[in-house]
């Protein structure tokens, strides 16, 4: 069995948990994720199965999220699974504050990542050292965010703000909410998150684990196409003796100019990997499927 699985990843369960879910289900060893969800979001974890495991780097990047921030609390995880800070209300904080501010967090912005973090620092992540009461502020790093939309704001002495939120690969929610708060001179965490897009999968089309259970015991799941996940990139069709030789790791010359990587097919049906162009030079990068 070899695909992808698009699960909608519930509350509290980290994404190692859901991958060792999967392959209990399923009976395999080889299945992975892409694109970490922290355990207090919920949402679209692209999960890959037998060889397509392979493929997760070449899954597109962009992901999608709904967040809620709360206003006025501060944790040191940026989120509410974390110890609480400092909890000041704040009343006076309307929508228009934050409608004044929220661009600044579009487009290529600046983050610190939370403490608490999969970021590596010399070799260890930050989570692990924050647990050993040891914590080391993660270096600075760019990342992309494309759109944000505000969706509904509720206000309270603590008010809430829900957002939709485009991004490239990288971006850490929570930093934008905790850096939201420091902006707008108040405290702000994520209270809440769930991713809607990942890798070219939408929440509307996921699985629960449940529904995932259920499908295998009637005999009814069957994985998506391994190269259904990749349709973003162009495509390059051999011919039988073409298709052998790159199977075999030589360079083709093909009929076309092409930049970049491209998903490859022999008689425009059979998958068979992911090449690299170049003019109209193909090169291997991954065999997926060999012809003998």
């Not at 209270?191 to 529904?211: K, M, V």
């Not at 790159?246 to 998903?263: A, K, P, T």
Request: overall charge neutral; hydrophobic content about 40%.
């Amino acid at each position: 069995m070899q695909g992808f699985l698009n699960l909608h990843k519930p509350y509290d369960w980290t994404s190692h948990d859901c991958v060792a879910r999967v392959r209990r289900l399923l009976r395999l060893k080889r299945v992975g994720h892409a694109g970490t969800l922290d355990p207090a979001a919920t949402g679209v974890l692209p999960i890959a199965i037998g060889k397509a495991t392979r493929l997760l780097q070449y899954l597109p990047s962009d992901k999608a999220y709904k967040a809620t921030v709360r206003f006025g609390v501060r944790t040191n995880t940026d989120d509410l699974q974390g110890e609480v800070i400092t909890a000041q209300p704040c009343p006076g904080l309307k929508l228009a504050d934050v409608e004044a501010e929220i661009s600044q967090f579009i487009g290529k912005i600046e983050q610190i990542p939370p403490s608490y973090s999969a970021i590596q620092v010399d070799g260890k992540r930050l989570y692990d050292l924050a647990r050993q009461g040891e914590i080391v502020e993660a270096p600075v790093r760019t990342v992309e965010v494309f759109n944000i939309k505000i969706l509904d704001w509720r206000d309270s002495d603590f008010p809430e703000l829900d957002l939709a939120i485009t991004c490239g690969a990288g971006t850490y929610i929570r930093a934008i909410a905790r850096d939201l708060g420091v902006i707008l001179k108040t405290n702000a965490t994520l209270a809440a998150l769930t991713r809607t897009q990942s890798s070219g999968f939408h929440l509307e089309n996921s699985l629960t684990l449940s529904d995932l259970e259920e499908q295998i015991q009637n005999s009814a799941f069957a994985p998506i196409a391994p190269d259904a996940a990749l349709e973003k990139l162009p495509s390059v069709n051999l011919p039988g003796t073409f298709a052998k030789k790159w199977c075999q790791g030589q360079q083709v010359l093909i009929n076309q100019d092409i930049l970049g990587l491209v998903r490859v097919y022999e008689n425009e049906t059979r998958f068979l990997g992911i090449g690299q162009g170049k003019d109209s030079t193909l090169i291997p990068k991954m065999v997926f499927e060999p012809i003998s």
